[in-house]
């Protein structure tokens, strides 16, 4: 199994930045791939980013050139680094795993973008 604890989320004006960080309880090594889904208020949820074992990455569409993920084996951490904010990305972010064919998520972190 693996427990999944994130941090970082917050309350920001629209054009600043947050870091997201994601703390798994085993060795990430082994999970693959790992990343952030986000939920905002009546819709559904939605990949952010996702990262490999081997660091290829992939990025929804309405966040490419703002938000960076990235991944520390020895910290056994994903980042979520979070750039030129809009409100629009207002929501409940989720760290994602997966790990032995089981999907494993986190308790979530809200970020609140003001306009």
């Known amino acids: 199994q693996v427990q999944l604890v994130e941090s970082g989320g917050g309350l920001v004006q629209a054009g600043g930045s947050l870091r997201l960080s994601c703390t798994a309880s085993?060795?990430?090594?082994?999970?693959?791939?790992m990343g952030w889904y986000r939920q905002a208020p009546g819709k559904q949820r939605e990949l952010v980013a996702i990262?490999?074992?081997?660091?290829?990455?992939n990025y929804a569409d309405s966040v490419k050139g703002r938000f960076t993920i990235s991944r520390d084996n020895a910290k056994n951490t994903v980042n979520l680094e979070m750039n030129s904010l809009k409100p629009e990305d207002t929501g409940v972010y989720y760290c994602y795993a997966s790990y032995i064919y089981r999907a494993y998520w986190g308790q979530g972190t809200q970020v609140t973008v003001s306009s």
């Open positions: 990262i490999t074992r081997d660091g290829s990455t």
């Open positions: 085993r060795s990430i090594f082994s999970i693959n791939p």
